[in-house]
């Protein structure tokens, strides 16, 4: 039911040094298949949600091939920016967060499927 598109995933991960994590990655099956994921400290804007994604191995998907439209980059660099804020804003309330797959297309993204899961302790 969801528009055709590109598969990709968001996630937080919590790194015992770190912190929260946020990943960018294929989405859907292909996020365990292909191990094509980049990293970035949260919080962080559109630009660096941007070179993030461009470092992805499905970034010439995301571009366009075989007659494809490229993905709205800019809806897709603001949903990433805007799940890294989120991450940095309840980090330590999440023992993780995954959005996948979102799926990104010529018009915009859509999530399909999210998981959230405070960390212990938090009432949730």
Do not use: Y
Not at 22 to 27: C, D, F, Q
Not at 70 to 94: H, S
């Amino acid at each position: 039911m969801a528009p055709k598109g590109t598969e990709v995933a968001f996630g937080l991960v919590r790194d015992p040094q770190f912190g929260a994590i946020v990943m960018a990655s294929a989405g859907g099956e292909l996020v365990e298949v292909l191990r094509d994921v980049a990293f970035a400290l949260p919080p962080f804007g559109p630009a660096t949600a941007r070179r993030l994604l461009g470092e992805l191995g499905i970034a010439k998907v995301l571009a366009g091939v075989r007659g494809r439209p490229p993905v709205n980059w800019n809806a897709l660099a603001d949903a990433l920016a805007r799940f890294a804020v989120l991450a940095a804003l309840l980090g330590d309330g999440l023992a993780e967060a995954d959005v996948n797959p979102l799926i990104a297309g010529p018009h915009g993204v859509i999530a399909v499927d999210a998981l959230i899961r405070p960390a212990s302790g938090t009432g949730g």
